[in-house]
């Protein structure tokens, strides 16, 4: 949830966005049944190309947490991450926490709720960080992207940006595809830069 701080910092965001390895949740962790993925929409729309993704990079990581005002995690206060009851959730949960350790010198404590809590827990906004996932109704990169709009009833991270929303709106009145993809591909730019999102 990006409203309250720690998450209402970009740098703090971007710092745990880079601080997570993809690669090795999904392919030691996971023993590659998933591919890592540093993308909010996933690969496959026909004529979307999609934006650089979010990529593990410690030291970058450690330079937007001191542009925050944390270098080295000094005075970070601590934070934590809220899951469903999974064992794959779990190890994921405790990897992440052990790369934010050692990548940032942060401590996080994981939280684990039965579904319907774990629900009403993101729904209210009563979380920092929470698992999450999505799967598309069409084949479109909107399916995910909505995901970021004010006030869209399926975005439960409190993130909202004017920008964002109006490429989103320029988006569904192109009429050009190749022209209206250009513009989902910014506005994906824009959410992946902000990191109300951790893509795993």
């Known amino acids: 949830c990006v409203t ?3 998450l209402d910092n970009v740098w703090v965001r971007r710092a745990l966005n880079a601080a997570v390895d993809r690669d090795a949740i999904a392919n030691d962790l996971l023993k590659k049944s998933r591919s890592p993925w540093g993308n909010l929409a996933p690969s496959g729309y026909p004529g979307y190309v999609k934006p650089p993704g979010v990529k593990f990079d410690p030291a970058y990581a450690r330079e937007c947490l001191a542009k925050a005002g944390y270098p080295g995690g000094k005075g970070f206060p601590k934070i934590s991450i809220l899951f469903n009851t999974s ?7 405790e990897a992440i ?3 934010w350790k050692g990548t940032l010198g942060i401590d996080v ?5 039965e579904w319907g809590s774990y629900l009403q827990a993101t729904s209210a906004l009563q979380y920092q960080v929470a698992r ?3 799967i598309g109704d069409y084949l479109d990169p909107t399916t995910f992207l909505q995901l970021g709009l004010t006030g869209d009833g399926n975005n439960r991270t409190g993130w909202s940006d004017p920008h964002y929303d109006a490429l989103l709106r320029r988006a569904s009145k192109e ?5 209206r993809m250009r513009t989902l591909a910014s506005a994906e730019s824009l959410i992946l830069a902000d990191g109300p999102f951790i893509p795993i």
């Open 109 to 113: 404590e994981l939280s684990n709720q």
């Open 132 to 134: 999450r996932s999505w």
């Open 97 to 99: 926490q052990a790369m």
């Open 87 to 93: 064992e794959d959730h779990r190890r994921i949960a």
């Open 175 to 179: 009429l050009d595809p190749v022209a």
């Open 4 to 6: 309250k701080p720690p």
